[in-house]
């Protein structure tokens, strides 16, 4: 597949970042999707997002597996590293390349079906290890890149733009890492750019594995009546259980908020998410909480959106490992391979 550049030309009243980037030094290629994919909305957030924190391009990793969804990655931060590997195994790459140098930004791009069918196990033990990365799902409910099929997150009683109903029951990533563990979980609408920005922003700040499924409508094969996936039944069926809003901890901001409407969670960096709390019974940092609401809505249909769940208590992968604090790759020869005496008295433990 070719990819053509975008022109480099730059309005000189652009607004740039405190790095001197304009927005323009954050986007990529020009996408070959489907002309109103929300694949393409997904990608303006994580451009917005990232040029909105000041990240520097070269502390990006872009990772990805197969399909729609996984061509996204090129459309973002081309000044970044990126990897496209194989069907459902992002995360493997993912988690070998942290732990050469947890000092970069993760980005994993997948899909439903990358994520919730070959990638499951995958994904789980991302999840379990607590990988220090932003995991986003653009879930359009088909395999886009085949032709519309159903993917593992259709919903029973959907159809598919040739009339077939789905029969089999998906699988909800939100509350699959719930239940695993995982320590950030949200849920946004490609569509809903002022929610979906913030949350990014906050995925990126926080230490350990970050996951936000995104509704994202395919256009070509899933954007029609009888779709759990289209835009019109996202906007219709989507609740906002929490407003969130997100204070970079470089910038001082002045907000008014009147008692009792706003919880502050502090994470491990000192950044803050301000949540607004829709429902006086709803607590983003209680998991059981968190999944009871989700199951309730989609009892009746509806998706909640926002951060759904956060916690500080898990380690890290390099935490929980112990891990050197400096990359692989600045660490001597001679500390990483202290030679034959070294060896065999580490293979003399074995014995």
Not at 63 to 77: D, E, N, P, Q, R
Request: net charge neutral; with cysteine; aromatic share 8%.
């Amino acid at each position: 597949m070719t990819f053509m550049a975008k022109p480099k030309i730059t309005h000189p009243e652009m607004p740039r970042n405190v790095l001197g980037l304009t927005r323009r030094d954050y986007e990529g290629v020009n996408s070959t999707l489907c002309a109103g994919c929300g694949h393409d909305s997904i990608t303006a957030a994580i451009v917005e997002a990232c040029w909105m924190d000041a990240v520097r391009p070269q502390d990006v990793v872009k990772l990805s597996g197969i399909g729609c969804s996984s061509k996204t990655t090129a459309y973002f931060v081309s000044g970044g590293h990126g990897f496209n590997s194989v069907h459902g195994r992002m995360p493997s790459i993912a988690t070998g390349a942290s732990a050469a140098n947890r000092n970069l930004t993760y980005i994993g791009v997948s899909g439903d079906g990358d994520t919730l069918s070959i990638g499951l196990g995958q994904f789980c033990h991302a999840i379990r290890r607590n990988l220090n990365m932003v995991y986003v799902i653009e879930n359009n409910g088909v395999y886009g890149l085949t032709k519309g099929q159903f993917s593992a997150s259709a919903d029973i009683g959907s159809t598919a733009k040739k009339g077939e109903v789905n029969n089999q029951p998906p699988i909800d990533p939100v509350q699959l890492a719930i239940t695993l563990g995982v320590s950030f979980v949200a849920r946004s609408f490609s569509g809903d750019k002022a929610q979906l920005v913030p949350l990014l922003q906050a995925a990126m700040h926080h230490q350990g594995f970050s996951l936000i499924d995104v509704i994202s409508p395919c256009v070509t094969f899933n954007d029609h009546e009888g779709s759990t996936r289209s835009y019109a039944y996202a906007r219709e069926h989507y609740e906002e259980m929490v407003h969130t809003d997100f204070v970079p901890p470089a910038r001082e901001i002045a907000v008014d908020y009147a008692p009792g409407e706003t919880l502050a969670v502090s994470m491990h960096d000192g950044s803050r998410v301000l949540l607004r709390k829709v429902e006086a019974q709803y607590d983003a940092t209680d998991r059981a909480v968190a999944l009871q609401t989700i199951q309730q809505r989609l009892k009746h249909g509806e998706y909640l959106t926002g951060l759904l769940y956060i916690g500080s208590d898990q380690p890290e992968l390099h935490a929980l490992n112990g891990t050197p604090d400096r990359p692989l790759n600045q660490i001597p020869y001679a500390s990483l391979n202290p030679g034959p005496q070294a060896l065999a008295k580490t293979l003399a433990t074995f014995r």
